[in-house]
């Protein structure tokens, strides 16, 4: 149709009623419903939030799944491949319970029997294949060595789904109940940073004046302290453990919720609705539980969640360096500081973990991403 | 408006050059115009060296790795392997250990024995010069040896290897004597009188060690504070010096030392050295060539047991836990020590976990260890096995154990390492035993190094995973530590019988060699009798090492490496 | 201006004099002392070695001789390093590591700007998909996991770089620790300057500057990097910071004998001077970055005005 040219017979009068010209048209929502709308939306964020939810319900069901406990130790099983049921017959997954190496010798001969001779002299169990036949100098000839190494234990039976630590310890089990340590130091440390940062904003911000130039002084010389340094000057003291971590995380990290809870009652409180609760004379308390926090549930939610992987990253740090967890007990970081020193003829033992890892920091990462954008009253459409 | 964005835009212009500004500062240090050229070529660097460096030589090069920095080079100061290595590499005693560990000449060219055995007389070479060209004399190893015992110089080791060996040496530390006092003495400049407390057998193998090495006094005092800081600050008078070193360097070299009495025997031009301490990170290096020897952890063993220039070689470290028995009480229970030390597998521990080359240790002195004067049997193969696993007998002690201290449960701290290593021995330990003896919850503690020591120090700990190497070749090292009070003890050991034999050993006995190697079997059964300690393993070390590297010795004690005698081969 | 400036460097000499007493007071509670040794020293040899590093005062006599040290910027002397004052060790150790910070700064910055241009410029695109996993997956994966990766592909496998060590002037050896450091710069600011591209990019200028007929490039590089880029500064602050977080295991996988390597080996061994010393440095360090970045923000965008009071 013609744009410009509208038959006139189109258009028709509307009618005028005083009583429908204030009616919205679309269903009314509240700020919060819209925030759910949009996050309900945003597909790489619900998709985070399933994948996080598996990973929390994995690391509460994960270690009861076999029957291997954490610290169950047999150095008799030590260092085992993965190996899954079903899986176990497909090589190139990785799940087949078999460790496989390049062996180098003068000629194919040498290099076969040195083959054999690193995987405990069993020829019966370990598949020789050809990949350099070489010329008689040393180093030439290389076999690719395929060392079966459940069949040749016994333990045909056996599957350990990650593989086997050091300490035959089942690395499943090892995993998730790492996984589960690194989170709930990741979640209480969030918790304890919320709770002190949003007390201490709050009143700060709310009673302004000299209560909050005295608490912003404290917060100013405590946020000069690389927070590097208190942990680790808090680490060293403290003896090591879940307890000492979570503190050493928490003793500056709470200032930065507390600056942003501060900004922004500040900016509310000098408006409308609050001037008039205050008129109407609701108490304080009242005022800050009731009509401040609920304006704030937002930049809170994001904050925090910004903060959980912040911390699951400072533990595996930490661990990494060898100021973490207490063991026998485990948590990601230091199954990636163990899996690391045999990163290149057990890669399992760190790849897992760190996958792991990995996926819960994009998954906070991208909710958070998710919930910012939610909360951003820009971005609803 | 556009001409305060231009200006932000200079700003931002600014900001950024600052930043590149910072980043060539960084570069200072090297050639401005060398890096453009480096970094197009990396990629066959590592290729070429290699292959380049061995055609070069017959050029006697060699390239090591050192675990960490040399805490020190004053020879009065040192207390560690480190030290010792590269004190033992670039100065030179009375005494070195050649390839069967027998004494090769030193400075010393001969010495006399009085018939009571208290008077040694050290015949010295006149041909033997410090780096500056001084000559060494008798003054140089009177004056180290007074600084080593002189409370003002504060030295852990001069009293601890002095002590009721050289006459007064306890005297003069505490401070009651003058160091004059001390039993050494300059007759002239080339001999070298030194009067003993007791007949010490043993006191052949001491003139070998770093403490006992001379110093140069006029140029120690010169230096002051800064004496042995770096290389500048320092004098050699063996087959090397140390090069391009300061107390914190992470790389340093080793070259001949022209000065050198003996510098016709030395084949070695140069060894360079570099601080490792990723044993990964070493093997990537042997791999590519630039370095021609590097340890392996168990992993690395697993992956180049194989290998062509994979060698095991056998140390006479041994590890124990030590039972203290002064903190937790129940620890004094007899039966309670008995059921711990047998109560944990050992060879899965040293197959496994370990996995280089360590054996079990059943006793407290290593396998392949002094022999007896008579039969020339070792020590160990007399003693045979006097702690082994045994979960039966173990659970048989435990019950007992419960019984007598009156309880069903029990809980008890394990100090060890925070090594990667020693933490999976620590996890390994406490699981067998708990899982061995019922009732029975081990907490661990992993502590560095230096707070272990400290914590041992202060006897604040329960059980303590602890090793000895010897300081010299002969039994008393070992079983002088557990004297009671001794200086090592510190656990609360004390068994008079074992203290009597010990301390006859040292005197009464000092003289009848057979006698005085049976009283220390003698103390070694009670030491198990009384089940003092829980040994677990004898160390050995898992290396890759090129066949380049001939001729180097690895000594018992003091200094690891002997290279005096090495070369490159091939 | 003056004022806020004086203001703001007192605050940081309250700050790090806060930072002293705190690490110093902590230290004095741990267990271990230059006398840690496996054989015991004589009461009278305790003296002398307890004399030399000044710890036979009572308590507070030794806290305030440390303060009048640090005052004259003497930080004692290490424990480990026999008679090494902390200083010297520091500044031994301070090359690799600004080498390595500084360029992974530089370039970091520099491909975060460009990634998160090209993402803002084809918003909504593959390319922008693409870069937003990349920055995703940069600020998620711990630096520690990329340096062994790294290592082991490019390092181990092709032999393109060296494996680790340090060869100073010698590029090569660089490469690696750079790349690992600066991956978590490069994606924060390729994040940054995304959202802010778009921010900048929808604003009301920059229609005006289309409506006047500025082709895209224009509008892009002169009216909307410009005014992007201006935020980032205050992003690069923390970022130098977090350079020395990654720095500690980096340098520990590369083997580099830089100021980390030091800190965590100080910790191992209880050389507190050091490890006081290296806090110090690193407290001082931060907080002279964020002042500066917090001045030459000022400067830059009038638009923040520093008075002294409320921000």
Known sequence: MDKNNIPKELFKPIERKEDTSEKISRPSRSFGQDARRTLLKNIPAMLSLFVLLAIVVFSIIGPGMNEYGYDDQDLSRAKMPPRVPGLENISWLGFDGTLTEKIEGTDVEDATEKAIMRFGNKPDFTDIEVVEQGNGTKGSAEVKATFHAYDAKGMDDTYFWLGTDGLGRDQWTRIWRGTRISLIIGIVAALIDLIIGVTYGGISGYFGGRVDSFMQRIIEILVGIPNLVVIFLMLIVLDPGITSIILALTITGWTGMARIVRGEVMKLKNQEFVLAAQTLGTPNRKIIAGHLLPNMTGIIIINTMFTVPGAIFFEAFLSFIGLGILPPEASLGSLIDLGFDSLRIYPYLLLYPAILISIIMIAFNILGDGLRDAFDPKMHK | ?570 | MTRYILKRILYMIVTLFVIATISFFLMKMLPGSPLNAENKLTEEQQEIVLEKYGLNDPIPVQYVNYIAGLVKGDMGISFQFDSTPVTKIILDRIGPSAQLGAQALVVGVILGVLLGLIAAIFHNGVLDFTSTIIAVLGTSIPSFVFAGLLQWVFAVNLEMFPVALWESGDLSYTVLPTIALMIFPMATCARFVRTEMLEVLGSDYITTARAKGIGQAGVVFKHGLRNALIPLVTVIGPLAVGLMTGSLVIEQIFAIPGIGEQFVKSITVNDYPTIMGTTLFFSVLFIAIILVIDLLYGVIDPRIRITGGEK
């Not at chain 2, 003139?207 to 230096?223: C, D, I, R, S, Y």
């Not at chain 2, 050992?346 to 079990?360: E, F, M, R, W, Y």
């Not at chain 2, 925070?418 to 503690?445: A, I, P, R």
């Not at chain 2, 200086?487 to 040292?506: F, I, K, P, T, W």
Request: aromatic share 10%; hydrophobic share 40%.
């Open chain 2, 1 to 570: 408006m556009t001409k305060s964005k231009w200006s932000l835009l200079l700003v931002l212009g600014l900001v950024l050059s600052l930043f590149l500004a910072a980043c060539s500062g960084g570069d200072d240090e090297e050639p401005a115009e060398e890096p453009e050229e480096n970094t197009e070529e990396p990629a066959e660097e590592p290729a070429e060296e290699p292959a380049e460096e061995p055609e070069a030589s017959g050029e006697q090069v060699l390239n090591f790795i050192n675990g960490d920095t040399i805490p020190t080079m004053d020879s009065s100061m040192a207390t560690d392997e480190y030290a010792f290595q590269f004190l033992g590499a670039t100065m030179e005693g009375l005494y070195r250990l050649d390839e069967n560990q027998q004494l090769a000449e030193g400075i010393a060219i001969e010495h006399k024995v009085s018939d009571d055995q208290l008077t040694w007389t050290f015949t010295l070479r006149e041909d033997a010069k410090w780096s500056n060209g001084d000559p060494v004399t008798a003054h140089d190893f009177v004056y180290a040896w007074q600084r080593a015992v002189d409370p003002a110089t504060g030295s852990e080791y001069g009293p601890y290897m002095m002590g009721g060996v050289i006459k007064n040496a306890t005297a003069v530390n505490t401070g009651e004597l003058p160091v004059e006092d001390l039993g050494v003495k300059a007759e002239g400049d080339y001999t070298l009188v030194v009067e003993l407390e007791n007949p010490t057998p043993y006191f052949e193998s001491l003139t070998t060690f770093g403490t006992f090495l001379p110093l140069n006094q006029a140029f120690v005092e010169e230096k002051g504070d800064a004496y042995a800081t770096s290389t500048e600050n320092l004098l050699f008078n063996g087959p090397f010096t140390l090069d391009n070193w300061e107390s914190t360097a992470a790389e340093w070299e080793l070259n001949k030392n022209p000065n050198y009495w003996d510098a016709d025997t030395v084949q070695l031009e140069k060894m360079t050295y570099v601080v490792v301490k990723d044993p990964q990170v070493g093997v990537d290096l042997y791999n590519q060539g630039e370095v021609d020897r590097t340890g392996l952890s168990s992993d690395l063993v697993d992956q180049y047991s194989t290998h062509d220039d994979y060698v095991v070689t056998p140390e006479t470290s041994v590890f124990y836990f030590k039972m203290n028995q002064t903190r937790n009480e129940a620890l004094a229970n007899v039966n309670l020590r008995k059921a711990l030390s047998m109560a944990f597998d050992k060879q899965a521990l040293v197959d496994t976990i370990l996995n280089n080359g360590s054996i079990v240790a059943n006793g407290l002195v290593p396998a392949e260890f002094s022999t007896h004067p008579e039969t020339g049997e070792t020590f160990r193969e007399i003693n045979g096995d006097l702690a082994v696993y045994d979960v039966a007998k173990a659970q048989e002690h435990w019950e007992k154990a419960k019984e007598e201290l009156g309880v069903d449960t029990l809980e008890i701290e394990f100090l060890g390492g925070d090594t990667e290593t020693s933490k999976l021995m620590n996890e390994y330990l406490k699981n067998q035993l708990e899982s061995n003896l019922e009732g029975l919850t081990v907490t661990l503690k992993q502590v560095p190094f230096e707070q272990r020591l400290d914590l041992d120090t202060n006897m604040d700990y329960d059980l303590q995973f602890a090793g000895w190497g010897p300081d010299y070749l002969d039994p008393n090292t070992w079983l002088s530590l557990w004297v009671t009070d001794g200086g090592n003890n510190m656990m609360g050991y004390s068994n008079a019988e074992y203290d009597a034999l010990v301390e006859s050993a040292a005197t009464d006995l000092a003289t009848d060699p057979v006698a005085r190697y049976e009283a220390f079997l003698e103390a070694e059964k009670i030491l198990f009798e009384d089940a003092a300690i829980a040994p677990v393993y004898q160390s050995a070390m898992a290396q890759l090492i090129s066949p380049k590297v001939q001729g180097v010795f690895v000594n018992p004690f003091g200094a690891t490496y002997e290279y005096k005698w090495a070369s490159v081969g091939e």
